[in-house]
């Protein structure tokens, strides 16, 4: 156990300080502090001595300096079971801090802000506070560093229950955070400094992935492969809050947020049933229990073990209908409380309180080597930019089919077939390696009559025969990028078939 004494404090974000400071003082910890974290503890009644008293020198040029210097830095990294270091401090009168508390210039904060200047971003780079850190890290066995006011509270009930010392484990689990920490700073300032001089490129020139790990899961796909969780931020199906159900899996969380992507799409009262990513059930209605029951009369064979999103909280008429059939897990924005009286006869059933919208994260895929990354596909159709160039127009119910059908076939595995009627899929074939394939597919899988509903696909028919093969079972309309060289093929093939059709220019493969 290493006994604190002597506690170096050096705050930007000061919450909780005077109270962690309080504690430490009542525990005989002498404290050393700048600026104004000083001036905070003083004006708390707490005795402080100015790191100026320390070191001799004033803080000078506008803070840049304070805590740089050799009696600081010795007093943090002497080992203490080094006899050559203890001599050290002795023979030049240097004090050892056995606790560095500090946190770090809001960096992050300041380079979200929009137009903040080269001259602003550099001024907010710390340099005294990394400095301090990592050397107390370094010293771990002998000096316990603090970063985050979130273990205030653990550390002086454990100083408090030993005497003023603290743990071995518990001093090499700050310094692993700690480490983390000032990895994650220089990440910060690395990739924002990199847009200085490429303001219009999207993506970073180096790609630093550090999430923190917030779940291990019992395996990942299939039960030979390790996985775990990685989250930050509040939003999110990684962030969610589970309210009741078993675990959750690999394979839960992936479909789950496909779920829950799809979901954004729309403004009134929405429902998505997905299995192995793909939708086997989505509709947009003026209710959300009518959404559900309209997304589940698509494919109840299918919804069966599936998991659901909704873009509303969940209300006893919804959760009525879904207690009606086997479900793995649903993610909602929230539960009525009747709803949760329904749904917790489920015992096994996964609840997910999920906040925030469309994810705006870069996505990221591993390849051999390497990784790919591509930024988030969120672009809306924009029904000015299309095209008709069918002899017949579509209709406006057609087109809010089509546009209903636009938005499902955007997050259906490529190639994608989706055949839609306004607000409800009716059945989608995804994954063929041909796109008349999976064309023949969704009018397969069709539960519902396709007579009078409409076809959407995520990118162009190469040639006429989909077209013609979706035509066979009555659809009116069909939306698509064009872009293909057989696009004149394509539109004759459905001027001869008495088609409406719409070409966006925009592609959405989603492999």
Same mark, same amino acid.
């Given at each position: 156990?290493?006994?604190?004494?002597?506690?170096?404090?050096?705050?930007?974000?000061?919450?909780?300080?005077?109270?962690?400071?309080?504690?430490?003082?009542?525990?005989?910890?002498?404290?050393?502090? $700048?600026?104004? $974290?000083?001036?905070?503890?003083?004006?708390?009644?707490?005795?402080?001595?100015?790191?100026?008293?320390?070191?001799?020198?004033?803080?000078?040029?506008?803070?840049?300096?304070?805590?740089?210097?050799?009696?600081? !830095?010795?007093?943090?990294?002497?080992?203490?079971?080094?006899?050559?270091?203890?001599?050290?401090?002795?023979?030049?009168?240097?004090?050892?801090?056995?606790?560095?508390?500090?946190?770090?210039?809001?960096?992050?904060?300041?380079?979200?802000?929009?137009?903040?200047?080269?001259?602003?971003?550099?001024?907010?780079?710390?340099?005294?506070?990394? $400095?301090?850190?990592?050397?107390?890290?370094?010293?771990?066995?002998? &000096?316990?560093?603090?970063?985050?006011?979130?273990?205030?509270?653990?550390?002086?009930?454990?100083?408090?229950?030993?005497?003023?010392?603290?743990?071995?484990?518990?001093?090499?689990?700050?310094?692993?955070?700690?480490?983390?920490?000032?990895?994650?700073?220089?990440? !910060?300032?690395?990739?924002?400094?990199?847009?200085?001089?490429?303001?219009?490129?999207?993506?970073?020139? $180096?790609?630093?992935?550090?999430?923190?790990?917030?779940?291990?899961?019992?395996?990942?796909?299939?039960?030979?492969?390790?996985?775990?969780?990685?989250?930050?931020?509040?939003?999110?199906?990684?962030?969610?809050?589970?309210?009741?159900?078993?675990?959750?899996?690999?394979?839960?969380?992936?479909?789950?947020?496909?779920?829950?992507?799809?979901?954004?799409?729309?403004?009134?009262?929405?429902?998505?049933?997905?299995?192995?990513?793909?939708?086997?059930?989505?509709?947009?209605?003026?209710?959300?229990?009518?959404?559900?029951?309209?997304?589940?009369?698509?494919?109840? &064979?299918?919804?069966?073990?599936?998991?659901?999103?909704?873009?509303?909280?969940?209300?006893?008429?919804?959760?009525?209908?879904?207690?009606?059939?086997?479900?793995?897990?649903?993610?909602?924005?929230?539960?009525?409380?009747?709803?949760?009286?329904?749904?917790?006869?489920?015992?096994?059933?996964?609840?997910?309180?999920?906040?925030?919208?469309?994810?705006?994260?870069?996505?990221?895929?591993?390849?051999?080597?390497?990784?790919?990354?591509?930024?988030?596909?969120?672009?809306?159709?924009?029904?000015?930019?299309?095209?008709?160039?069918?002899?017949?127009?579509?209709?406006?119910?057609?087109?809010?089919?089509?546009?209903?059908?636009?938005?499902? &076939?955007?997050?259906?595995?490529?190639?994608?077939?989706?055949?839609?009627?306004?607000?409800?899929?009716?059945?989608?074939?995804?994954?063929?390696?041909?796109?008349?394939?999976?064309?023949?597919?969704?009018?397969?899988? !069709? &539960?519902?009559?396709?007579?009078?509903?409409?076809?959407?696909?995520?990118?162009?028919?190469?040639?006429?025969?989909? *077209?013609?093969?979706?035509?066979?079972?009555?659809?009116?309309?069909?939306?698509?990028?064009?872009?293909?060289?057989?696009?004149?093929?394509? *539109?004759?093939? !459905?001027?001869?078939?008495?088609?409406?059709?719409?070409?966006?220019?925009?592609?959405?493969?989603?492999?």
């Amino acid at each position: 156990m290493a006994k604190i004494e002597r506690a170096l404090i050096s705050l930007t974000d000061k919450s909780g300080a005077v109270e962690f400071a309080r504690g430490l003082a009542a525990l005989g910890v002498e404290l050393v502090s $700048t600026g104004g $974290t000083a001036k905070l503890l003083r004006d708390a009644g707490l005795g402080v001595k100015d790191v100026s008293e320390v070191t001799g020198f004033p803080e000078m040029l506008d803070g840049r300096v304070k805590t740089i210097h050799p009696r600081v !830095a010795a007093g943090i990294l002497a080992v203490r079971g080094k006899a050559e270091h203890m001599a050290a401090l002795e023979t030049h009168g240097l004090p050892r801090f056995d606790m560095v508390v500090v946190n770090l210039y809001a960096f992050e904060k300041v380079a979200a802000e929009p137009g903040a200047t080269l001259e602003r971003l550099i001024e907010n780079i710390d340099i005294g506070g990394p $400095t301090m850190i990592r050397a107390a890290a370094k010293n771990y066995q002998d &000096v316990a560093v603090v970063v985050s006011p979130a273990d205030y509270p653990a550390l002086l009930a454990e100083l408090q229950a030993n005497g003023g010392s603290l743990g071995r484990e518990t001093h090499w689990r700050l310094a692993r955070a700690a480490f983390a920490l000032t990895a994650a700073y220089d990440s !910060a300032i690395t990739e924002r400094l990199a847009m200085v001089d490429a303001p219009t490129e999207t993506l970073p020139q $180096t790609l630093n992935v550090r999430v923190p790990r917030t779940m291990s899961l019992r395996y990942g796909e299939n039960p030979h492969q390790a996985a775990a969780l990685y989250a930050r931020g509040e939003e999110g199906i990684a962030n969610a809050r589970q309210l009741q159900g078993k675990d959750l899996s690999y394979n839960n969380l992936v479909d789950l947020d496909a779920a829950w992507q799809l979901i954004q799409e729309f403004a009134d009262p929405a429902s998505a049933i997905i299995k192995h990513t793909n939708p086997c059930g989505c509709a947009e209605q003026p209710t959300l229990a009518e959404s559900y029951r309209k997304a589940f009369e698509a494919d109840p &064979v299918s919804a069966f073990g599936g998991v659901l999103a909704f873009n509303r909280s969940v209300d006893a008429e919804t959760a009525a209908e879904i207690a009606k059939t086997f479900i793995e897990a649903i993610a909602a924005p929230g539960y009525s409380t009747e709803a949760l009286a329904v749904l917790s006869a489920k015992k096994n059933l996964r609840l997910l309180e999920v906040k925030g919208g469309a994810s705006q994260e870069p996505v990221v895929k591993s390849i051999g080597g390497g990784m790919l990354v591509q930024t988030a596909d969120l672009k809306p159709l924009d029904r000015a930019a299309c095209k008709a160039p069918t002899d017949r127009q579509p209709t406006e119910a057609e087109w809010r089919a089509l546009a209903f059908g636009w938005k499902v &076939v955007k997050h259906v595995k490529s190639n994608a077939i989706v055949y839609a009627r306004e607000g409800q899929l009716i059945a989608s074939g995804a994954g063929q390696m041909s796109r008349v394939d999976s064309v023949r597919f969704g009018a397969a899988k !069709a &539960v519902l009559p396709l007579q009078g509903a409409v076809v959407a696909s995520d990118a162009f028919f190469p040639f006429p025969d989909g *077209v013609e093969q979706a035509a066979q079972h009555g659809i009116t309309a069909v939306i698509q990028p064009g872009g293909s060289v057989k696009d004149a093929d394509v *539109v004759a093939a !459905a001027n001869r078939l008495g088609l409406a059709m719409v070409l966006t220019g925009v592609r959405h493969f989603r492999h």
